[in-house]
């Protein structure tokens, strides 16, 4: 069932921080699922402008050198791509929405996307093509998938690209799964397997003891299934203007996030504390 209004988590409403903290507190792990691009640094023009900060990147050490924290960043991005901005060995990541698993050292590919890489090649040429009157829409090809985006189109021409785009999609193959997402087209296999799957499958393959708290932060329609999958057993956030979610709490932006980030270091460094003040 969907929350329309799930609660803001200012840092002033003390209830729900002082909740956050005992959950902390008394975990014995924490297994922290971080989105990418909007939720740990800010949506840019174009995709390769969307790089982490120095706060950010220090954030994330410090969070992955915690005993009993396991930190996973999953992204619509291909693995190749998001390996670029994530300058850590030790930490698990989950590209193309899900298809493309990076853990322990080891990679996981979904068998029935890895299949579809020919098509995905064959659409790009064909799009390039329907939209080549259109500089700035760019048709980024992440292997498994596709992301048309048309952020830096002109107004004016947003309806036809996304007109375009759908109907030479549709009549390429009909069976492919098409998304919108923040001004961004995204093109998949039909398959159905998202980022709630490649959650469930890491919590299977490392298995936490009942007491471990799953955190969830994610700002996309494609984080929504996680949400869903981790409704019972851990705290999720959506991040940015209220819309329709499954998560249990939201924040307003990428500054907000990194204050919980810190207070999750603070409180998994210091647990002697029971309160945080802030």
Same mark, same amino acid.
């Given at each position: 069932m969907k929350l329309n209004n799930p609660p803001h988590v200012p840092f002033k409403q003390i209830d729900i921080w002082n909740n956050f903290s005992k959950r902390l507190l008394s975990s014995s792990k924490v297994e922290l699922f971080l989105d990418y691009d909007g939720t740990i640094t800010p949506i840019h023009k174009t995709p390769s402008e969307i790089i982490l900060s120095s706060d950010t990147i220090h954030i994330l050490q410090q969070l992955i050198q915690l005993p009993n924290v396991r930190v996973t960043i999953l992204t619509g991005r291909s693995m190749k791509?998001?390996?670029k901005f994530i300058p850590f060995e030790n930490i698990r990541l989950v590209a193309n929405?899900?298809?493309h698993i990076y853990m322990d050292g080891n990679e996981? *590919?979904?068998p029935d996307a890895e299949s579809s890489f020919p098509k995905m090649h064959q659409l790009q040429d064909i799009l390039l093509t329907a939209?080549?009157?259109f500089s700035n829409v760019f048709v980024e090809n992440k292997q498994f998938t596709l992301g048309i985006h048309y952020r830096n189109a002109a107004a004016k021409?947003?309806?036809? *690209?996304?007109e375009l785009t759908k109907k030479n999609i549709s009549s390429f193959d009909p069976k492919l799964v098409i998304t919108e997402s923040k001004?961004?087209?995204?093109?998949?296999p039909p398959i159905k397997?998202?980022?709630g799957n490649a959650v469930s499958k890491i919590l299977k393959v490392h298995p936490y003891p009942h007491n471990s708290l799953k955190i969830y932060i994610g700002d996309d329609i494609t984080d929504e299934d996680a949400f869903q999958v981790l409704k019972s057993s851990g705290i999720t956030i959506y991040v940015g203007e209220i819309s329709e979610t499954k998560a249990q709490y939201y924040v307003e932006n990428v500054k907000e996030v990194l204050q919980i980030l810190r207070m999750i270091i603070k409180l998994r460094t210091h647990n002697s504390s029971h309160r945080l003040i802030l």
């Open positions: 791509d998001i390996r929405h899900g298809f996981w *590919v979904h939209l080549k009157s021409d947003t309806p036809i *690209v996304k001004e961004v087209i995204e093109v998949q397997w998202g980022k």
